[in-house]
């Protein structure tokens, strides 16, 4: 079936290096694209989206890179925090309002 | 400003048990959502709102379940007769609109004994 997920589910990042988190989709209809970020105990917080019109997008410190020829998204964290430490979630939206999330990485910041 | 709030933040219950859960979406926000998330998941689509009505309740596992929305911004979801099964963290985002970023509330954790 259709699906969003995550090549790892865990990424273990020396703080200071930089971090990339991988998704591959498989919906080629799918037009936005979110990352999510969720500490324990919370809801998932927002970080950055991108849209199918556009390959590449920079936010603080983060950069989200989509290939629609492959399918594939990724998340690049630059001089990963020990704040960082989550579960990174990408979410598709194939045209309305639904999102489909992938399992998602755990990321752990190393001091 | 304030982000979405939900209500309350956790709740357990007994199996057969009727529970509500309350989502106060961010202000203005005509589009709400809810999400479950169950334990090393990600969360899935079960209801979403634009103003009042629920145009897409097909993620709703049965009708045990039920949303309202009767004035357009708080929402709650309803359980009726818990199962265990039941248990999970329940989210609710907003967005304002369907095609804008949906931001998520920090979700009710509800158990069912």
């Known amino acids: 079936g259709e699906s969003v997920g995550l090549h790892l589910p865990t990424l273990s990042v020396q703080e200071g290096d930089n971090s990339i988190i991988n998704c591959a989709y498989s919906?080629?209809?799918?037009?936005?694209f979110i990352w999510y970020k969720q500490e324990s105990g919370k809801g998932p917080q927002f970080i950055i989206d991108?849209?199918?019109?556009?390959d590449k997008r920079q936010g603080q410190r983060v950069t989200v890179l989509l290939n629609k020829t492959v399918k594939h998204l990724s998340l690049q964290i630059a001089a990963t925090q020990p704040g960082d430490s989550a579960v990174y979630f990408c979410a598709e939206n194939r045209g309305d309002y639904k999102l489909s999330f992938g399992a998602g990485t755990t990321v752990t910041v190393r001091a | 400003g304030a982000g979405v709030s939900q209500t309350p933040s956790n709740k357990v219950t007994e199996k057969g048990k009727y529970v509500e859960l309350r989502c106060d979406p961010i202000s203005g926000h005509t589009a709400l959502y809810w999400y479950r998330q169950s334990l090393g998941q990600g969360p899935e689509f079960l209801i979403y709102f634009q103003g009042t009505g629920a145009a897409d309740d097909s993620g709703l596992p049965n009708d045990r379940f039920f949303a309202v929305r009767p004035e357009g911004s708080v929402s709650t979801l309803k359980i009726q007769r818990t199962e265990r099964g039941d248990s999970a963290v329940y989210l609710c985002a907003s967005s304002s609109d369907s095609q804008e970023t949906q931001y998520f509330g920090p979700g009710t954790r509800l158990l069912v004994l």
């Open positions: 991108i849209r199918s019109n556009m």
């Open positions: 919906n080629s209809a799918s037009d936005y």
